[in-house]
């Protein structure tokens, strides 16, 4: 791991306000950009750390897609405003009274969005319950998840990735990742229906129009999923025979009718008898707490957005931010208002950037090579209390570029540590490296528009490979 001396970390306060960008580069970025398939663009910059001097610069100041680099920002907002103590809480309340065995009263389940929350660790609240000696509830199911307002997606999210898990909605009710699976299978005679089966644990219905077409007609075959009300899926197209069943997973879409749905479920399985009505109230309810449970600190849910560049953790904390900051229901929008609030407070010039999310999925994020270099500066400059860079991935280690091929080899491997940001066509980095001097080095990459068209099955990661290879082995030897 990276570890800045606390010479290294001595910066002026000029340094805060950004750097000029027009020094001179003394690493040429767009000779190694030429090993890029034609119409990619790139956006470059670095900084040596120790003399506070820009070594690279490449397009800089060109707003591009950030991707998922922009978890960057969610960390540094959510470390400034929650702090390390903070955790999500889920709460069981009640305005009645417990006597006999029965709760006379309302059954209240509070959700604060933790992205972390299990169906097992919400069955083991609920036993709080049958612990407390109530074996029935006189009343009905309030699910409170007043703390998020407005959508549970973010803007500029792309339509067709809605069910797909990675864009699964970051809800106050979220149990676990509101993703679940269905199994397909499509051993069956050509023509035939694929047989779709649900695991029990879900409150789901999946229905399928899908048939095993035959050798000629399977090249042309794709699956479409139609969502209904209710949580109802609909799988339409063809494929090819499968010998083996496989599975398919599926982004939850109504959050609050599936948190209902397990809840009921998991009262029944502890003999809990409950016959009234869900209701789900707008304004934050008050009662008397029964029972709660907590997910990790912060300092794990960051080291874990991070490392595995955690969708759910990152725009869970954004909105999450933007409540605590604000102290009322938060929506994406508020959440751009209060990052951006706070880390303008830090010196952070953020100009006419675009966030529209924490996790860097929106399509509608516009973000300069030079912003975020601002905030890798803050990181470095701030490190003895904020404790972020040991969430980075670590090249040839861990997280998402443990196996990252223009990375592997020595003396990168082990010696840069980057958040990356992957989406369609956009492969990013942004972190820091020790060069052959000792001297630290924070660098952010934006590739955008990256793609090798009809080859892109066989040599897709070559160019980029060649081109990271060539880039962060010369800011070493800089």
Known sequence: ??????????????????????????????????????GASVGFIAENINQQKIIADNNGATFMLPASTQKVFTAVAAKLVLGDDFKFKTSLLTNGQIANGVLNGNLIVQFTGDPDLT?????????????QGINKINGDLILDTSVFASHDRGLGWI?????MCFNSPPAAANIDNNCFYAELDANQPVGETVKINVPAQYPIQVFGQVYIADAQEAPYCQLDVVVHDNNRYQVKGCLARQAKPFGLSFAVQDTDAYAAAIIQ??????????????????KPQQGT??????????????????????????????????????????????????????????????????????SGLSRHNLVAPKTLLSVLEYIAKNED??????????????????????????????????????????????GFMTNARGEKVAFVQFINGYSTGELESKTKRGPLVQFESGVYNALYKE
């Open 265 to 282: 479920r998991q009262l029944k399985r502890l003999n809990i008898e409950f016959n009234g009505t869900v209701k789900l109230p707008q």
């Open 119 to 131: 169906s097992g660790q919400l069955y083991s609240l609920l036993a709080e319950l049958s612990k």
């Open 1 to 38: 791991m990276i570890k800045f001396s606390s010479r290294s970390l001595q910066f002026s306060a000029a340094l805060l306000g950004g750097l000029a960008f027009n020094a001179a580069a003394d690493v040429d970025v767009s000779q190694y950009a030429k090993l890029l398939p034609e």
């Open 159 to 163: 339509w067709n990735d809605l069910t």
């Open 289 to 358: 707490l029964l029972a709660e449970h907590f997910s990790k600190p912060l300092p794990e849910l960051l080291k874990k957005m991070m490392k595995k560049s955690d969708n759910q953790i990152a725009d869970g904390l954004f909105r999450a931010i933007a409540y605590h900051y604000y102290k009322r229901p938060a929506s994406f929008q508020l959440g751009t208002m209060a990052v951006k609030s706070v880390l303008q407070k830090q010196g952070i010039k953020f100009g006419n950037s675009i966030l529209a999310d924490g």
């Open 385 to 430: 209390k904020l404790h972020l860079m040991e969430t980075f991935p670590i090249a040839g280690v861990d997280g998402t570029i443990s196996g990252r091929g223009g990375l592997i080899n020595a003396p990168l491997v082990k010696n840069v540590i980057a958040k990356t940001g992957s989406l369609k066509g956009v492969y990013n980095l942004a």
